[in-house]
């Protein structure tokens, strides 16, 4: 890559917060910004002071790059903080958590109710043989059980691993046996798309695969009893065949008879609270550690500030506990806040494409926070589903895990938000724990598609491929290269598991003095930030880099198109070659004229350069299960190659119908 990358598109709209915003946000004044600049360690102790600590720390922070240790000496709990606290504090009978199944049972579940729960499931692993330091596996569906049985695993000190619901058994094995885990803790199924996955089946596999280190596997009822009926289909008998009499549990027997109280154990700040693995674009799995301490500071006072969060608030974060997303802003940060969340089971188009917009009304749900993927989605289905419903309760709209084209970001600002909705767009990694770049909604105006500035105290900036800093300043000039964060924050990775060559590798050998994130991203004259994908996903075309999320970004800025995704092809002349797949939206043709058009479209809005080679028209692109494209695979497929893997698909039909399409279509 050369030096800065360039930039290409721009956008001149701005919208400030609302005077009335402002005038109740946890944040209004401009002033953190430069207090937190001036004692970054400070600011951060500042927001550690707002938990309950057994023992207070000694030190703050110490930096041994790349390794960091925050609010050393300290001793506390994180699902006491998430928990207790409240209970304690006369907040007992709030909800904490609206479990809304997919088939549409509602459950609710207080604050007290969560703890009493929560210290039966602790004593169910306790009574298994799980104690402190022993890591649990996680194979659940996304509903209050999980929620409450990764802060039952922080209560007594074990580290859960959650392996995300969609996974298959071989991701089950790889990562119990990565991670040693002593328990896997599932349920018979869960819901999706009106079908029952059987997800005790999938461990029973992974079990037979081989997985050396657990002992014992929680099973708990989610489905109903076997052979109850729900919307004509039959719960599964998994007591029966694959059951293993010692090594499986019903939670029936070991948690719903289990005493309610169970002492939280004092934890170090430094210990291990859980590890994540996360895919990352080549090789195998790498299992993110976070620690207590730091990253319920970090979780906890982003929560606070970015989604402003007030008693009154009902919060919706879309993701699933099997992403980081919802370690940290479903679990551990929400709750650390005492607030009222909605928990939904299933797929959005379940019984119709008006699923979230009925959740929203039905449970009042006045913060939402959600994905560019599913944005898009909503946008493919039509205003009509959101129009049909009551979202008048909404307040505040987020966004996450990969760049927001700004008209996507448009269409959430009118269709979903009533324009009265500030929107943070919030870029942040499995690995920084917590949300680094984003508007603080009551101070920061916003640009459809930038997530704006760094959060108070995050040391990120633009480093060219050399390491100079490109964005220290915001003198005016805009800056485009490598997104890094020049000093250590407290909801950071403290390495991946068993691998510390690879910490070192992948985060710190690039430059010197800073991470190194992936992420390529802009500056602007005002010193926002736009951040433009992995740095893998940036094309080298004629000399130019141009950035994958630019194109598909002025694609879909032409009516006809829904969504897009791009990738360089090999090209002897250029290096690179621009490759676009697109699909149209409802009540357009896919023609020859219409490609035509599409490209011209994209010439104007970034210049000839941009300008795809091929574009080809499709009906969905390969995405992986947390919504990212994969663009591996859609390059494997433009440059003819034997597709690589496709076990991470969400729906591994795509691919088949895609290089028919490409072979019909490509030039
Ligand atoms: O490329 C960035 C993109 O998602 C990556 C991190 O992925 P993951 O660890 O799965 O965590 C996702 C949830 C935090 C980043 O390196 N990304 C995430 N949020 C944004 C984003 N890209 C642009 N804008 C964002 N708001």
Redesign the pocket.
Known sequence: MSETIETLLTETRQFKPSAEFTSTANASSEDIYAQAEADPEGWWASWAEKLDWYKKWDTVLEWNRPFAKWFIGGKLNACYNCVDRHVSAGMGDKIALIGDGEPGDIRNFTYSQVKDRVSQISNGLKAMGIGKGDIVCLYMPMGPELAMTMLACARIGAPHSVIFGGFTAESIADRANDCGAKAIVTSDGTWRRGKIVELKKIVDQAMELGCHTVKNVLVFERVGAPGTETNGQAAPDYNQGTWVEGRDERAADVVDTASTDCPCEEMDAEDLLFILY?SGSTGKPKGIMHTTGGYLTGVSATSKLVFDFKDTDVFWCT?DCG???GHSYVVYGPMSNCVTQVMYEGAPDTPGKDRFWKIIEQHGVSVLYTA?TAIRTFMKWGEEYPNGCDLSSLRLLG??????NPEAWMWYHKVIGNEKCPIV????????GGIM?TPLPGIVSTKPGS?TRPFPGVGATIYSEEGVDLGANSDGKEAGGLLVLKRPWPSMLRGIWGDEDRYRDVYWSKFDDAYF???GAKRDADGFFW?L??VDDIMLVSGHNISTMEVESALVDHPAVAEAAVIGKQHEVKGQAIAAFVIVKAGYEATDELRKEIRMHVGQKIGPVARPDDLIFTADVPKTR?G?IMRRLLRDIAEGRVLGDTTTLADPNVVASLQTEHDKEGQ
């Open positions: 996360t993701a992403w980081i997303t560019p966004s996450v895990g990969e760049p927001i767009d919030t870029w942040w990694q499995t690995e920084t770049i997530a994130a992936g992420d951040l994908g992995r947390s990212k």
